[in-house]
Structure formats: structure tokens, C-alpha cells
């Protein structure tokens, strides 16, 4: 009989190493079954752009059927494991359980959104981490333009109008460049909100935005947002959160109602229902080969693993998805090595380089230490994105999208709760 | 002091008017406010491509900011109506309240989904008139897929790839044409569901479904969607409905887990809170000219009005966009008119044809008398939602949608519950 790999989790690290254990495993020696809670992959970097609406949301995620070919895919969410029996509980999306026996088993389970204990923020903060957010808070910010039309009360309109992000990593700088683009760009539409201008601003706990790269870009992007009206409040923490206002912790009260909310993540809550140690940040300590020490044949990658840094010895690597993606590669790699009974191999992998993107056709870079910065930063972060995206036809689908919006702007329009439709009305009435 | 204009609704009718008051009051004479739920216009007729995966959900509405710049416009609900006053009262997306004084009021408040009381109808059916209908439907397709492929048991499998609409007018044909090509194209991905094979049923309980065309063009529709494998069923009703099958009036049960129900529509519900008489059916009656004989200065129009049709003396104006647009651009006319001392006309509108679209492009037309099918009729059925979306920049976009389409096929992920995001979690561990 075959060997059986299951794979938890379809993000970067989980697609990447289905993808490269089809290509390396001969074929009907193994049955690989991939887990994920969706039938496709989130391309994460794209996900400002779905936000900022010059994607549609479609387009930022990766079909995992049509992509992988020989991997058998179940859409559920892992419930537990038993490391005695070997076999992971599955609960697929009819509820209905689901019991697969595996021979290897990688996790590669993700990350979720960090919060912390501040008043206010888990009811009235919004994450930015799915799809589902990134059109929730684009959503948001449009009706948050349409009540503030409609307010007579200057002071009341206000709060409507001011938007904050709470840290500048990535995922904030990207996320605030791309939403205040569009948002500029929409309330052209709004005369009276367009009288009384908008109020953004980035909150950042430490010292300077975007730690993960050299002051110099870090700088730059600073500018880039100050031109832009964007107040930065670095050295800076969120005390509380209301419906109508954030408080700050040098004292200061912003009114708003919107307040996205990107200051780290921690390892997927499925983690814990595993049976294996965690480190103190709840992710799973593995060797250099990737390998869980305390099970033979398990496996863990990506932002629920802790993983030694080659590059850096004596940290861990960062949760990015150029890290995944490697890591990926590398165990899907070991996981062929160990059934054919060859030896495992350690990561090592340097950051080749960063992008991150400003909104405007801007961006920031470093591409094997050279820094970029500007509009030649853009192309080259929308080149990277195009030939990291799988799919030729998703490429281009991503060239169209792109240049329609240089072309004709962006679509302003809210679609609102989409999938969620009001039910049919139970009715009495004969038609 | 200008007069105010209140039109309360912004589907075809309502914007229609709206565009049309816009361009025949003279500047600053009128204050013209537009009350509607959404700060877009569905584009109704391209809701099944939507559905289908041809078209980006994003691009079958109209922001109704861009393009009517001199109507100021409210994002709400109608929640009441002082005649005596001439106050129109209107719940906002958040929940405040607002009178609205009026001068001239239009009603076009439109239609929702009419459902009959049929056990288990209201609890498991699903529409197809919103937004959000057609992701959810188009949602439920892949996910039964994506289910069926995981379990083992083949008839436990089969209600998962059983599909049932009920009602056989434009919106069930269409909305059933598109869907089944984008699942036929979609189930390649599947390869135990591909080897079961789909099953799609068309329920019509009178004798021949598209009873708004003629009878050759409905056989030509009939025979299409039998060539594709699809059952229709006419002089059928639906039964009862349960969670895994359907039950039709022949005395056959079809293992379904997704029935969509297109079997006509009623004014909506806010008519009823508008305190004016009401016919049998719900809608509002009014005169030749559009206007509410009970009260001076309102008007109805497009589906929640009862509109004398002068080209079939005793009956009244079917519920399709056609009519309704060029209701609105008349009762902009006697409104304008009536404001300025000048006589109302009366609607007279002969339909000049009917489209109706199969999937994989095909369609049936007639156009002036002329009947087309196949794929003539496509192209004219393109050409003709081309020319009616407004906006140079929408129609691009929806060519380079269809010709995108044409090229690389359709798009086969589910990106769920977009818009519904889930929320922060409520934390106490310190990060």
C-alpha cells in the first residue's frame, strides 16, 4: 500500500509543499490529502490590493484544485489528533467527522490575528487577515462615508471620518497606504465629506514603522505617508477602544469608528488541539530538518512553527511567506527523503529581499541588498507578485486588473454582505 | 425656497429618474434626495453572469455616487410615511432616523423574492434577486462539490450534486443556464463528483417554461438546456423541501441540497409602510401619467406599482427593467412638468424586445418582431446590456470581464462569506 502524507493547512507553506511533493514523489506512491477550511489559498501579499479595490478579491486567491492535480483535498477544520493511533480529526463543512491515518503529517496551520487584553478592541476592532476582512473593512470605510453625508452634527461626522490602524508592520503601512488611496480617491463623491477631509492615522508601539526593514526605507515610507496627510504616532499604544473613539497612550482621543487592527499574529488555535509541545508563543519547536522532535514521521512549517534561523543563530524565522514558501519546498523535499529512506536536509535560507507597497504606485524595496524606493520599488513588487502567483492565466488576470485601475480608478461601489443573503421569508400569503 | 424631490428607492426606476431629473430640472431649482439601501444599483440582468463566475460581482452594479452628481443621496431604509405632513421617514445604516419633507415623492421601491407556503421552502430554499444570492448560490455549488468529493457513500453523494430551480421565467432560465456551465466547468476539478456526473432539474408548474417569449424561442430554450443533460419538468410544482431532497407534485423526490427558487416576485415590504391603498397583489395603483390618484404630488413606478399598460388596454405593465427604466425617465418628465405648471403624459411604452441569456454563449432574443437564437442572440443580448449600464468605464470593464471569460474560462474558487469576517477574538494573553 502507498504511504499516506496528510497535510494541515493550505497557505503559502501548506500549497507550496503539495505542490512540490507532486512533483517529487513518483506517482501513486503516495496518497497526499491536504486539510484546509477553504477550497483555495489566500495570496496574502495581494490582499491590501483587494482592500484598496485594485484586485478583485476573486483574483488574490489561488483555486488549490486547479492547481494541485494529485492531491486530494478536504475542506475542514483539524479538530484533534491522535499521536498514539496516528490519525488527525477532521471536521469537514458539513460538520460531518472525518478520521485520516497518515504515515507523515505536516503542519502548516498559519497564523491568526494577535490581540491584546485592551478595552473595547476585540468588539469594536476589525482584523485584516482574510479576504473577508480586507472587503469588510474597504466596506466600512464606504459607509462610514455614507452615514457622515448624512449627519448634520459636524462633531458626530467626525468620527466617521477618522480611521486608524494600529501597528506598521507590513501588513498595517500596506494595508493604511492602499485603504487611504482609495479612500481619497472616493470621497471625491461624498461633497460633504469631502469639505470636512478625512483623518488617518497609524498607530506604532515601537520605536520607528516597519522594523522589518533599514531605517532608510523605513524613513521613506514615512514621508510617503506624511505627504499624504497621514498622521504616524510611533512610540505609541492603544489604551481602549469604543464605538466612537480610540484612545491613545500619550492621551490623546481620535474619534472613529473605524479601527483596523494589525499589530501581529499568533499561531492558528488549532494548534493546540494537536497533543505536542508548544513554545511560550504557542507555536511548535522544530529542528533544523523541520522536523517535530518529540514525533517521528511530523512535520511543521510556516507561522505556526518555530523554526531556527539559519541566518540568524539563536532566533527564529520570521512569519513572512517568503519563509513558507521555502519551507514548504524544503520538507516536502524531507518528507520524499524519509519514505525513500535518504537523509533530511537543514534550513537555510537568507531573505532575498523585501517589497512592500505604499498605494499611488508606490513602494518600497530591497532585491539582494539594494534598496529601491519610490515607483521603480512598485514595478518591481508587482513583477515579484506576478511571478511568485501560480497560474498563467491568474498572472494575467492580475495584469488586466492592474491596468484598469490605472486606467479607469477604482470602483467605489460598496457590494456589502456578499454570501450572506437575506433568508427567503417564511410566508402564509397565496400567490 | 427650491422644491424637494424625494424618490425613495434606487433600482432601475428610481435611478433612472433620478438621472433623468438631473438633466430636466434647471440647475439649483429642486433639491433631488434619493433614499435607497445600497450605495449602488444592481444591474439586475447581468445578476446570473455574476452567479456563473463571468462577470466580477464588482462590476454588475452602478455606484450610485458616480453617477448622479446632483442628488443627494441616503443610504437607508423607508421605515414610515406622514401623508398629511408629506414627510417620507427613513431608517439610516445606522440605525438613526430621518424625516424627509417632500414636495413630489416617487415610489419605486421594487420587488423581493415571492415565495408560496411550501413546507420547508423558507428554511432551505435560496433566492437569486440580490447581490448576495448570487455569491451564496454560486458559494453552495462548489461547496457541495467539495463536500460530495469527500464522502464515500454514492447515495449520500448524489444529494450533494442535485440541483433543483423552481420557476422557469428569464431569471430561473438564466440564472440556471449560467450556473450549470460554470459547474460543468468547475466539476472537472472533482474527480469522483466528474464520475458520478451532476444532476440539474427545472421545475415550471405552467406548461412551458419563458412564458414571456414566444413559443418557438421557448423550445428553442428548452431544447438547449436539454441538450446539456439538464430535466426540465413543466405542469410541475414544488411539494415540499427538505434538507436533502425535494419533492415535486408528479409524486418524484430529487436528492437536492441546493434549490433556488425563481418562481416570481412582490412589492416590497415597504409599500405596506406607506400607509396608501394597495391592489390585491400588494402595489401601489396609479393613473396613466404614474401618479397616485389618493394623494397630489406622489407617484410609483417599476415593480411595487400597478401601471395601466396601453399597449394591452386592461392590463397592467409586467415587473421587468425595461419598463421600469422608461417609467422613470417619464415620471422625471411629469414631475419636472408638474413643478412647472405643465400637463403630466401619460406612459405609453410597446415592449421593443426581450433577451435572454443560456450560458456558454447562447440566448434567445427578439428584437422589433425579429426572433434570434444561439449565438446571434448572445451578441445581441451583449451589445444591448452594453449600451443600457451606464458609464464608459463599466462597459469597458465588463468586455474585458466577458472577453477574459471567453479566454482563460471561468474562475472556480469560493471565496466564501465574503464581507463577514470573523471576529477579533476577546484575549487575555499579554503578547
Known sequence: MSWRVVIAGGGFGGFYAARALERTLPNQSARVTLVNDANFMLYTPLLPGAAGATLDP????????????????????????????????VERVDSSPLELAYDQLLIALGSVSRTLPIPGLAEHGIGLKSLADATAVRNQVLQCMDIAESIDDPARRREYLGFVFVGAGYAGVEGLGELQDFAAHAIELYPRCRADGMRWVLVEARERIMQEVPESLSRFAQRELLARGIEVRTRTELLALSQSAATLSGGETIPTRTLVWTAGVKPSPAIAKLGLTRDSSGRLPVDRTLRVAELPGVW?????????????????????????????????????????????????????????????????????????????????????????????????????DWNVALVFGRDTSAPGRLGTPTPLEAEQEQG
Chains 1, 2 share one sequence.
Request: hydrophobic share 45%; glycine share 10%.
Open 58 to 89: 476573486r483574483h488574490v486567491v489561488v483555486p488549490l484544485r486547479a492547481e494541485l492535480k494529485r492531491t486530494e483535498l478536504v475542506i475542514g477544520r483539524v479538530s484533534g489528533h491522535d499521536p498514539a493511533g496516528r490519525t488527525l480529526a
Open 300 to 400: 511543521a512549517i510556516g507561522d505556526c512553527a518555530a523554526v531556527p534561523d539559519s541566518s540568524r543563530p539563536g532566533s527564529l524565522c520570521p512569519p513572512t511567506a517568503q519563509h513558507a514558501i521555502r519551507q514548504g519546498r524544503l520538507v516536502a523535499r524531507n518528507i520524499a527523503a524519509t519514505l525513500q529512506g535518504r537523509e533530511a536536509r537543514p534550513f537555510t535560507y537568507r531573505t532575498k529581499g523585501v517589497v512592500a507597497e505604499l498605494g499611488r504606485n508606490k513602494a518600497v524595496a530591497i532585491t539582494f541588498g539594494v534598496r529601491w524606493q519610490g515607483f521603480p520599488a512598485w514595478l518591481i513588487a508587482r513583477t515579484y507578485h506576478l511571478l511568485l502567483m501560480p497560474g498563467i492565466g491568474r498572472r494575467l488576470r492580475l495584469l488586466v
